[in-house]
């Protein structure tokens, strides 16, 4: 099982990034996916989450409205696209695959919202 995070970096207040994840090693279209973030000495909090088939999903209400998470099951990707993005985004995000009793997670990827 393998889950890889790509696309983090430093960018200014106010733009974008977005985040991939991409899986390997289980049945993915079976998986709620989740991204989660943990600044320096702050709990790991969970962004967002997105269904097995992606037809429902949930923000933290600290970024409701700003974060769009997305699945592509072909490619076996999770996406969480960023916008409008303030200093307190700052954090490493980390992908993670979810179906009782298993519980995968990535390695993690930087963000730093920063002028």
């Known amino acids: 099982v393998q889950l890889v995070e790509s696309g983090g970096g430093l960018v200014q207040p106010g733009g974008s990034l977005r985040l991939s994840c991409t899986a390997s090693?289980?049945?993915?279209?079976?998986?709620?996916m989740r991204w989660y973030r943990q600044a320096p000495g702050q709990e790991r909090e969970l962004v967002a989450t997105?269904?097995?088939?992606?037809?429902?999903?949930n923000y933290a209400d600290s970024v409701k409205g700003r974060f769009t998470i997305s699945r592509d099951n072909a490619k076996t990707m999770v996406y969480l696209q960023m916008n409008s993005l303030k200093p307190e985004d700052t954090a490493v995000y980390y992908c993670?695959?979810?179906?009782?009793?298993?519980?995968?997670w990535g390695q993690g990827t930087q963000v730093t919202v920063s002028s």
């Open positions: 997105i269904s097995s088939v992606g037809g429902n999903t």
């Open positions: 993670n695959a979810v179906k009782s009793p298993f519980d995968y």
């Open positions: 090693g289980f049945t993915f279209r079976r998986y709620s």
